[in-house]
């Protein structure tokens, strides 16, 4: 690694136990508008985020909001030196901004998300970073299919606040101008930029070149970069149906479903159908018999992880809480006091479910649109991946029994939809600090609502 861009604190591991030295990194988005540069940025600081490296997204436009907070297509004109001098100054407002949050030793992956489409707005980013001590890692998303800009065009105009309030078709054609204005001066990474470490996505990944790419982060990032596409598709996620484990208030094990997870099994492919309708689709379940009974009456091809399995709950696979609380009183409280962190004698941490579910997560992100059969505590993980859940908070996660979850991806956020299968279902889900509870839950009513949920089984 070059010495230049390496700041003078001593090495540290983080959390994860990555060593991440003294590396600090500015992701440097360059893209035209409608590429998927958000949504890609978005995803980066989640992802990071999950695996407890310390990410913030800096984003241009909302800068430039602040002064001019819905600017029609001549704005971005080049030629209007009162709009280059605003959008200058929001670029270094960000930039400002970020070398500010990187003092803090924790802090590691900044992502700047702005067009950045000049070679020379990008030498001024690099030195800016050579002169804080970050490195610089530029990611272009070159794309010229059409459908594709036309679904991200649509999408901008749904959700970005510059076109909040406005006629959608008038909103649409002011966008296509813009992207014109920017197409204008719009320089791709080439040749003259050899020098720069750099990750160009070329048509939604089909082709990717990788330059100078130089350290563990840098290559983790461009890693998960190789796997992303940013086509539009959502994820379906549901836990088994009820099982006999959960009828005793048992954990683990492998139970067969009960009378009334069997119901589940056989309403699903019509709540699937009612949410995704004729899309094709890949189900995914764990190896163990609660999710593929789950599973077995849907039309698609199927598909069992042993990283799907339930989370490993060691010695006291097969207990109550109640037995848990009387047998391992120590390790009752300990596991209150920091779920996420909390490890079962011979088992497993939410911390260890996240590692094992890293190349799921990679396989996801290659994938179109998959549905997923799980265990509580594996979907609480993957469900906080895609929706940026908190460590303290997404063990604690109350996730009902026979509900079905769609998760869409989109620029500035995940959208979520629950869908109720209105069959009953046991409930033992147990609040931090509390007894453990072994009771009867009523069926919610077949609705979408998004964070409405039942209390049930906690792993
Ligand atoms: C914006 O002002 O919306 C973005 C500025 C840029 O990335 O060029």
């Known amino acids: 690694m070059r010495p230049t861009t390496r700041t003078r604190a001593s090495s540290r591991a983080n959390s994860v136990g990555v060593q991440a030295e003294d590396t600090k990194i500015c992701v440097v988005m360059v893209g035209l508008p409608a590429r998927g540069k958000s949504l890609i940025a978005q995803?980066?600081?989640?992802?990071?985020?999950w695996l407890s490296i310390e990410a913030k997204c800096f984003n241009v436009g909302s800068y430039r909001r602040?002064?001019?907070?819905?600017?029609?297509?001549?704005?971005?004109?080049?030629?209007?030196?009162?709009?280059?001098?605003?959008?200058?100054?929001?670029?270094?407002?960000?930039?400002?901004?970020?070398?500010?949050?990187?003092?803090?030793?924790?802090?590691?992956?900044?992502?700047?998300?702005?067009?950045?489409?000049?070679?020379?707005?990008?030498?001024?980013?690099?030195?800016?970073?050579?002169?804080?001590?970050?490195?610089?890692?530029?990611?272009?998303?070159?794309?010229?299919?059409?459908?594709?800009?036309?679904?991200?065009?649509?999408?901008?105009?749904?959700?970005?606040?510059?076109?909040?309030?406005?006629?959608?078709?008038?909103?649409?054609?002011?966008?296509?101008?813009?992207?014109?204005?920017?197409?204008?001066v719009y320089e791709t990474l080439d040749e003259d930029e050899k020098h720069l470490t750099y990750c160009k996505i070329i048509d939604v990944g089909s082709h990717v070149i990788i330059n100078k790419i130089q350290d563990y982060l840098q290559s983790r990032v461009v890693y998960y970069l190789m796997n992303l596409h940013i086509k539009p598709r959502s994820i379906w996620i549901s836990r088994h149906g009820e099982s006999m484990f959960n009828l005793s208030g048992k954990i683990g094990g492998d139970a067969d479903i009960s009378p009334r997870g069997e119901l589940y099994a056989q309403r699903l492919p019509e709540l699937v159908q009612q949410s995704a309708g004729d899309l094709p689709l890949t189900v995914w379940t764990s190896t163990l018999k609660r999710t593929n009974q789950t599973a077995r009456f849907l039309p698609y091809e199927k598909l069992s992880w042993k990283a799907l399995d339930e989370l490993d709950s060691g010695v006291c696979d097969g207990l109550t809480y109640g037995e848990i609380e009387q047998q391992f009183p120590q390790d009752f409280k300990a596991r209150d006091e920091d779920k996420y962190n909390y490890r079962y004698l011979?088992?497993?941490?939410?911390?260890?479910?996240?590692?094992?579910?890293?190349?799921?997560?990679m396989e996801l992100?290659?994938?179109?649109?998959?549905?997923?059969?799980?265990h509580q505590a594996v979907l609480r993980c993957i469900y906080a991946y895609f929706m940026g859940s908190?460590?303290?908070?997404?063990?604690?996660?109350?996730?009902?029994?026979?509900?079905?979850?769609?998760?869409?991806?989109?620029?500035?956020?995940?959208?979520?939809?629950?869908?109720f299968a209105n069959i009953p279902a046991v409930s033992t889900f147990r609040e931090k600090g509390s007894k453990?509870?072994?009771?009867?839950?009523?069926?919610?009513?077949?609705?979408?609502?998004?964070?409405?949920?039942?209390?049930?089984?906690?792993?």
């Open 390 to 419: 908190s460590q303290e908070k997404s063990p604690w996660m109350e996730v009902p029994l026979h509900c079905l979850i769609r998760l869409t991806p989109r620029a500035y956020k995940t959208e979520e939809e629950r869908f």
């Open 365 to 374: 992100e290659r994938s179109e649109n998959i549905l997923i059969i799980t």
């Open 346 to 361: 011979g088992g497993e941490s939410y911390r260890d479910v996240v590692i094992r579910l890293e190349p799921i997560i």
């Open 43 to 49: 995803k980066v600081v989640r992802y990071l985020g």
């Open 66 to 184: 602040n002064a001019t907070p819905q600017p029609s297509a001549s704005f971005f004109d080049t030629s209007n030196k009162e709009g280059e001098r605003l959008r200058r100054e929001a670029a270094e407002a960000a930039v400002a901004d970020m070398c500010k949050w990187f003092r803090s030793p924790h802090n590691l992956i900044a992502i700047l998300d702005a067009t950045n489409s000049t070679k020379k707005r990008r030498q001024w980013i690099k030195d800016r970073c050579d002169a804080e001590g970050i490195e610089t890692l530029f990611v272009e998303s070159k794309c010229d299919d059409e459908d594709l800009i036309m679904s991200n065009i649509k999408e901008v105009k749904l959700t970005s606040p510059d076109y909040a309030g406005q006629d959608p078709e008038e909103a649409a054609q002011d966008f296509r101008q813009r992207i014109k204005m920017y197409e204008n």
């Open 436 to 459: 453990a509870e072994h009771q009867e839950t009523e069926a919610s009513s077949s609705r979408n609502s998004s964070p409405l949920i039942m209390p049930q089984v906690a792993t």
